[in-house]
Every structure is written in structure tokens, then in C-alpha cells.
T-cell receptor
Framework: QKEVEQNSGPLSVPEGAIASLNCTYS??????FFWYRQYSGKSPELIMS????GDKEDGRFTAQLNKASQYVSLLIRDSQPSDSATYLC???????????FGQGTELSVKP | DAGVIQSPRHEVTEMGQEVTLRCKPI?????LFWYRQTMMRGLELLIY????????DSGMPEDRFSAKMPNASFSTLKIQPSEPRDSAVYFC????????????FGPGTRLTVT
């Protein structure tokens, strides 16, 4: 079983809608979780980090963490075509700095 | 802050040649990571350092790959000899334990081995 799993997509949403990206992880020890955005041909860019159960909001982005269910999600409100990218979920599995990345979910926001 | 700096940005070489990729982490960061990304395999961790010491090199594909970090501001990833299957984008990232290990990536080096 992969340690961090995401649906590869593509996930297609209309402009202005809420995009919901999901991620599950296998190791209950994981404490820190991260969402990266990667545009085609570019490097991954950190957009959200979350360490405690519950929601964390930053502008149009909300990260949600449920450690009991081993589930992390990213909500993007008022989606824009510029949000079209691949979103990578990562977990700090061993609490020692090494991140395990999921395969990424491709998001397409249609005008 | 200048961010993570990598060079070269693009490298085209012939099979059998030696390739050296370079990375300068963000000042003050104590972790440095080398990743490789391909369409087939996604983002793979090759090796990472903590305070210039290699911690985990289990992702290094084979002995043709080697990495060094002689000081806190510089690291190299070397491939000798290179093969066409090494063609990929190589990223360097750095993080700081005090920031919950948030990793910041460099722009990457696109390597093509013909």
C-alpha cells in the first residue's frame, strides 16, 4: 500500500466552483501535512501546511485534516482558470523532515 | 530571500558522459533534498542531508549516482556515466526543522541524455 494516495484525476470544475482535492495516508505517526501546487514545467510550490485536526484557511484555500481517518483535503473556493495545475499532497511520515509525496491530482478549471 | 538556486537549468548530454547538478539551499535551512521527477514515476526522493550529513540515500537508483554536501550552502548530484533513462527533471529542496520541515523547491534541472 502506498503511503500517501491521491486520485490522479483529472478533476474538472467550472470557474467559480469549489474544487475538492483529497489525500489519504497510511502511517498514523505522521504529524505534518502539506499541499503543493505544480504548474506544468515548473517546480512544486508550497501552498498550505497543516499540523492539527480541523480546518486551516488561507485566502481561497482551506486545508482539512482528520488524523483519526488518516485523511487530508484541500478545498479551493471560487476556482479560477489560473488554479489549473497538479496538486501534490505530502506527509512527514517519520517526523524527521522526509516528506512522502502522493502522485498528485490534476485540476482543470474551465472558464 | 533568493530561494533555492539550481544550476544548470537545462542540461543535454550524451550517454556515458558525466553530469553534475548543483544546488544552493535557502540560507539557514538545515535539510537538503534531491528529487527526480518523471511522468512515469512521479516525484522520487533520491537522497537527503541534515546539517551536511547524508541521512537517507535509499532512493539513489544505483552506484552511478552520488551526492555531496561539502558545506551548508552547496550540494552536488553527480551521474557518472549517464544513461538515457536518467532523463528527467531533478529538483533540489531545502527545509528548516523549526518551520515544521516545510520544504521549498528550486526551479529544477531538466536533464536530457541522448
Amino acid at each position: 500500500q502506498k503511503e500517501v494516495e491521491q486520485n490522479s484525476g483529472p478533476l474538472s470544475v467550472p470557474e467559480g466552483a469549489i474544487a475538492s482535492l483529497n489525500c489519504t495516508y497510511s502511517d498514523r505517526v505522521s504529524q505534518s501535512f502539506f499541499w503543493y501546487r505544480q504548474y506544468s514545467g515548473k517546480s512544486p510550490e508550497l501552498i498550505m501546511s497543516i499540523y492539527s485536526n480541523g480546518d486551516k484557511e488561507d485566502g481561497r484555500f482551506t486545508a482539512q485534516l482528520n488524523k483519526a481517518s488518516q485523511y487530508v483535503s484541500l478545498l479551493i473556493r471560487d476556482s479560477q482558470p489560473s488554479d489549473s495545475a497538479t496538486y501534490l499532497c505530502a506527509a512527514d511520515i517519520n517526523q524527521g523532515g522526509k516528506l512522502i509525496f502522493g502522485q498528485g491530482t490534476e485540476l482543470s478549471v474551465k472558464p | 530571500d533568493a530561494g533555492v538556486i539550481q544550476s544548470p537549468r537545462h542540461e543535454v548530454t550524451e550517454m556515458g558522459q558525466e553530469v553534475t547538478l548543483r544546488c544552493k539551499p535557502i540560507s539557514g535551512h538545515d535539510y537538503l533534498f534531491w528529487y527526480r521527477q518523471t511522468m512515469m514515476r512521479g516525484l522520487e526522493l533520491l537522497i537527503y542531508f541534515n546539517n551536511n550529513v547524508p541521512i537517507d540515500d535509499s532512493g539513489m537508483p544505483e552506484d552511478r549516482f552520488s551526492a555531496k554536501m561539502p558545506n551548508a550552502s552547496f550540494s552536488t548530484l553527480k551521474i557518472q556515466p549517464s544513461e538515457p533513462r536518467d532523463s528527467a527533471v531533478y529538483f533540489c529542496a531545502s527545509s528548516f526543522e523549526g518551520d515544521y520541515y516545510e520544504q521549498y523547491f528550486g526551479p529544477g534541472t531538466r536533464l536530457t541524455v541522448t
